[in-house]
């Protein structure tokens, strides 16, 4: 079974710029979730999809924050215009199901991102 | 307001030794509690679980417990390999009571480092 797939691996942008990640999760995974862990810190719940919906954004940045998974399967998550505080690594995830009730979660590799 | 908190930011054990990760929580909400490993440019891969109405789960040599009173969860290694080598996370799981849908939040993660 091939895992959650993210591309890039690495990103490094300027200030202002604008960026995007790709998450492929595993097929038939109906939940996907982007966290943000900056160093030093665990991951952090950016947006949950359910199938094409999101289920919670309530902790993404929005005013430069956006994310789609417009056919229920990949997503992307963009960043426009970056800061500073954003470089992070960037993770996805996807678990089989999310009824109310715990499903385990499986991460791809990640995107670094460095903002100068 | 952190809810999952791991104290010991690193912890350095001796081969065949035992190793023991702690992690302390607030949320008295929190169902299932699972700790991930993460390898270095590798994203986090689920360890182990246990359910709130446990208070021992054991899988090989990793063997996790649940104090509920004192709101604690630990993770024993036994015996400790170098391969084990990594930063482990705590993460608790809680029904998102605005969305519908579980949630995990994380622990900021120990370093723990397996010496031959």
């Known amino acids: 079974e091939a895992g959650v797939a993210q591309s890039p691996r690495y990103k490094i942008i300027e200030k202002r710029q604008s960026v995007a990640f790709w998450c492929n999760p595993i097929?038939?995974?109906?939940?996907l979730y982007w966290y943000q862990q900056i160093l030093g810190q665990g991951p952090k719940l950016l947006i949950q999809?359910?199938?094409?919906?999101?289920?919670?954004d309530s902790q993404l940045p929005k005013d430069r924050f956006s994310a789609e998974r417009l056919k229920g399967v990949d997503s992307t998550l963009k960043i426009q215009p970056a800061k500073l505080e954003d470089s992070a690594v960037y993770l996805c995830?996807?678990?089989?199901?999310?009824?109310?009730?715990?499903?385990?979660?499986?991460f791809g590799p990640g995107t670094r991102l460095t903002v100068l | 307001d952190q809810q999952v908190k791991q104290n010991s930011p690193s912890l350095s054990v001796q081969e065949g030794r035992i190793s023991i990760l702690n992690c302390d929580y607030t949320?008295?909400?929190?169902?299932?509690f699972l700790w991930y490993k993460k390898y270095p440019a590798e994203g986090p891969t689920f360890l182990i679980s246990?359910?709130?109405?446990?208070d021992k789960n054991e899988d090989g040599r990793f063997t996790v417990f649940l104090n509920k009173s004192a709101k604690h969860l630990s993770l024993h290694i036994v015996p400790s390999q170098p391969g084990d080598s990594a930063v482990y996370f705590c993460a608790a799981n809680a029904l998102n009571l605005n969305s519908g849908y579980s949630t995990l939040t994380f622990g900021k993660g120990t370093m723990l480092l397996v010496s031959p």
């Open positions: 097929s038939g995974h109906a939940t």
């Open positions: 995830a996807s678990s089989l199901r999310d009824l109310s009730s715990y499903n385990e979660q499986f």
């Open positions: 246990i359910s709130s109405i446990k």
């Open positions: 949320n008295s909400m929190f169902d299932y």
């Open positions: 999809f359910q199938n094409n919906g999101v289920v919670d």
